[in-house]
């Protein structure tokens, strides 16, 4: 039997020292993010992503020893464990596998079989199973006995039948090989239950819905799960079963057990329990298993999609250090509005009321045009909620009537602004100020930094997932906390401007740590040097080992320490310096002299030539910040609700969400448009990130509107022409499965100029379920 480091190595087809190291590491407290950048050389250059995989898969096979050796414990104190059984657990590989062999000797309820041995009905279905010729009424007579529970000979076969059932329905082959079949060829069918018809329209993609387990996509799956909750949809798993024929499965039953109906006396009886042992035992237990598979596969999917999404959003290239007037619009309760310096603090807030029923247009362009003086402001940040485009309009007509301000103006996401408004983390941080100005606050922060600020909501608040609702909250919070400590960590935290939360993220701390940096910063002024963390409360060395790489200190005593040089690497750089003669002022920066030094000239007994590279990249650009440069989408004018859009319109938006089956695209309409995947490109995609993600500008075209449910089909295929009309079987729904053309690979590009072709219908009802779940995800 493989070792856990083996099995992992082979999984990740690295070699089983560097697991071994990397598990050693995790063992001893290291985080992720700092074995991943400063011990390149023991793990052989893992990255993150190989490391986290690491992790998750460590905990999985240490939680399946357990399970074995707990297994062979209950066996053997049972007396049942023999060397064939022992060889079998040990060589199990999947919880799923060790469950089935265990399941013979699992403690259960009294079951009918068990009575019907202590019955003496055991001889009986041992002798029609042996000897088919013998007739079961005759035999069964010599098994009756009232005063055992027989009382007659009915009794006694379905007595004798019940063991049959039981004994088949543990063996571990057979039900492996049937799970194997159902997974490979099971087909999921779903039935509209009737009396929920009609408040269950929006599932009505699955109201008579089949298709393979195997290729059922995430979104797909959870929206059946979804409709199953909600008492809409009768969902089953079973074997196809060609007219007239019996059910494979019993086939594979009768041929595994010996039974073969050629007309002899028990046959039929025999041919009987492998009905029930497929209809009652078994076939109930894979259903149930796979399904469980199947809303765990979706889920991974789905975490996977979120993940992904809240990485590229988290790591969205920052607007810097600007002065910026952050905007919350609203209606009748006015636009909130918050004033930060360049550092993000809290200067000045007020509310504005520029729409009905006030209408104080010009009121509300004096006052923030005297706040933007007042406060040398750069950026407007404008929420993307309700009156957003009407809000934008105010910020375009203030720079309008003053240009010696110089402002740019932007929409952001808003998602999460509430949440965060509401928090123990907003009331900390603002006691005194109203909840409803808290959220513009946020919105200016979050064009500043988006990373700074959004690590101060909680990520599946952030409203960039696909059925995260759907998916188990453990898993989910999870996956997105590691999202956030990876890129908390890859960009780096500023020292002596970080936030609480933002520092809770940082390689080795945690909130309590945080907070003591926090009170030793206000307590004693900017921290001048990293060794000045040794005097933070409960801040020990092994602390600093972890967290001191990835806080920054600018304009600090030493210059490394505003880089992602670790302190004890310090020793590597002067003996650059030494060996060079040059000062350590003049060597930062100068790229020509950087990247002509051989990195196997400065390596020891410690620092190995990986990082001795990353030592040298680093002193080339310090500090450098790993996230795009900024830019911004630019909305139409006059295109500011559902009704402007028309087919064939050319318009420019930013990414706001990426799912399995394409990308949401904010087009300043107050909803965001779908781009199918089948619309991302003139090429087949299989996998929507891979062209684009969170946060990109992309261009795009209108292909169809239905203003009725707020559905917005686009494309980024620009020689497209509007769809045709849906054909009455696609109206009328899945003859094969919905979106079924999304494996489909699209033409490849020509090389040449080509006609248009024609594009599938974007919006059918398969489209229309995809749409409305995902946008139920999202929150403010």
């Not at 060829?185 to 039935?191: D, E």
């Not at 008492?231 to 079963?241: E, H």
């Not at 002509?596 to 030539?609: P, Q």
């Not at 696609?730 to 594009?759: L, S």
Request: charged share 30%; hydrophobic share 40%; aromatic share 4%.
């Amino acid at each position: 039997m493989l070792s856990i480091s083996q099995r992992i190595a082979d999984e990740l087809s690295v070699r089983e020292s560097q697991v071994a190291s990397a598990i050693a590491m995790l063992d001893e407290g290291s985080t992720v993010p700092f074995i991943a950048r400063y011990r390149k050389e023991a793990t052989g250059g893992l990255d993150d992503t190989q490391l986290r995989t690491l992790e998750e898969r460590l905990g999985y096979l240490r939680e399946l020893e357990d399970r074995r050796a707990s297994i062979l414990s209950t066996i053997q104190d049972q007396g049942k464990l023999t060397p064939e059984l022992e060889r079998q657990i040990k060589q199990a590989d999947t919880k799923t596998r060790l469950e089935d062999l265990y399941l013979p000797y699992k403690q259960k309820r009294r079951t009918k079989a068990q009575i019907a041995r202590e019955a003496g009905l055991e001889p009986l279905a041992d002798a029609l199973l042996a000897d088919p010729a013998k007739q079961p009424d005759s035999e069964a007579a010599a098994f009756v006995d009232a005063d055992k529970g027989v009382a007659d000979v009915k009794a006694a076969l379905d007595g004798a039948r019940h063991i049959l059932v039981e004994r088949f329905g543990e063996d571990a082959e057979l039900v492996g090989r049937l799970r194997t079949a159902m997974a490979d060829k099971g087909v999921v069918t779903s039935k509209v239950i009737e009396e929920k018809k009609a408040e269950g329209a929006k599932f009505s993609d699955y109201f008579d819905f089949s298709e393979n387990w195997s290729k059922l996509p995430s979104h797909r799956a959870l929206a059946l799960f979804r409709g199953r909750a909600q008492g809409v949809l009768d969902i089953r798993l079973d074997l196809p079963v060609e007219e007239g024929q019996p059910h494979p499965a019993e086939g594979t039953i009768a041929a595994h057990t010996g039974i073969r109906d050629q007309g002899r006396p028990a046959d039929k009886w025999l041919s009987d329990v492998v009905r029930w042992t497929w209809k009652l035992k078994i076939g109930p237990h894979i259903e149930t298993d796979l399904m469980g598979s199947l809303r765990e596969r979706a889920e991974d999917e789905a975490i996977r999609v979120f993940a992904r999404n809240l990485h590229d959003l988290l790591l969205a290239a920052p607007a810097g250090q600007r002065a910026t007037i952050g905007l919350d619009p609203g209606i009748r309760t006015g636009v909130k509005v918050a004033v930060v310096d360049s550092t993000g603090k809290l200067v000045e807030t007020t509310t504005i009321y520029p729409h009905p029923p006030r209408n104080d247009w010009d009121g509300s362009i004096a006052v923030l045009a005297a706040l933007a003086a007042r406060h040398k402001v750069e950026l407007i940040s404008i929420g993307n909620g309700t009156a957003s485009r009407e809000t934008d309009k105010l910020a375009a007509d203030l720079m309008k009537r003053h240009p010696e301000l110089s402002l740019t103006k932007l929409v952001v996401s808003e998602a999460g602004a509430s949440v965060y408004s509401a928090s123990e983390t907003a009331a900390h941080e603002f006691p005194s100020l109203d909840v409803s100005l808290r959220g513009a606050v946020s919105i200016a922060r979050r064009l500043q930094d988006p990373l700074a600020e959004l690590v101060k909501i909680e990520p599946k608040s952030i409203g960039v997932g696909q059925y995260q609702h759907d998916v188990a909250g453990g898993k989910l919070a999870r996956s997105l906390d590691a999202v956030v400590e990876d890129c908390v960590n890859a960009v780096g935290v500023d020292l002596n401007t970080a936030s609480i939360p933002l520092l809770t993220r940082v390689s080795g701390l945690n909130e309590t740590i945080a907070r003591n940096i926090v009170e030793h910063r206000d307590r004693n002024g900017a921290f001048r040097s990293r060794k000045q963390l040794l005097d933070v409360a409960r801040l020990g060395p092994k602390t600093f080992e972890q967290a001191a790489g990835f806080l920054r200190i600018r304009d600090g005593e030493n210059p490394l320490d505003g880089s992602a040089v670790h302190p004890e690497a310090y020793p590597v750089v002067q003996r650059i310096i030494k060996t060079t003669g040059r000062d350590l002022g003049s060597v930062i920066g100068d790229a020509r002299f950087l990247r002509g030094l051989s990195a196997e000239d400065f390596t020891d007994e410690r620092f190995g030539v990986p990082t001795v590279e990353d030592i040298i990249k680093e002193l080339e650009k310090p500090g450098r910040d790993p996230r795009p440069e900024f830019k911004t989408a630019t909305f139409k004018e006059g295109v500011e609700e559902l009704k402007h859009l028309q087919p064939g319109m050319m318009l420019e938006g930013v990414v706001t969400n990426v799912t399995a089956f394409g990308a949401f695209v904010d087009i300043g309409v107050h909803q965001d448009g779908l781009v199918h995947i089948s619309q991302l490109a003139n090429s087949f995609v299989k996998d929507p990130h891979t062209v684009v993600k969170a946060g990109d500008v992309v261009k795009v075209k209108v292909l169809e509107v239905d203003i009725p449910r707020k559905r917005i089909a686009l494309t980024m295929r620009m020689g497209e022409e509007a769809p045709r009309p849906a054909r009455r079987e696609e109206q009328r729904g899945p003859a094969r499965p919905p979106q079924q053309q999304d494996r489909r690979p699209a033409a490849p590009a020509p090389k040449v100029a080509a006609k248009p072709v024609k594009a599938p219908e974007p919006v059918n009802s398969a489209f229309a379920e995809a749409f409305a779940r995902a946008q139920s995800g999202k929150k403010k």
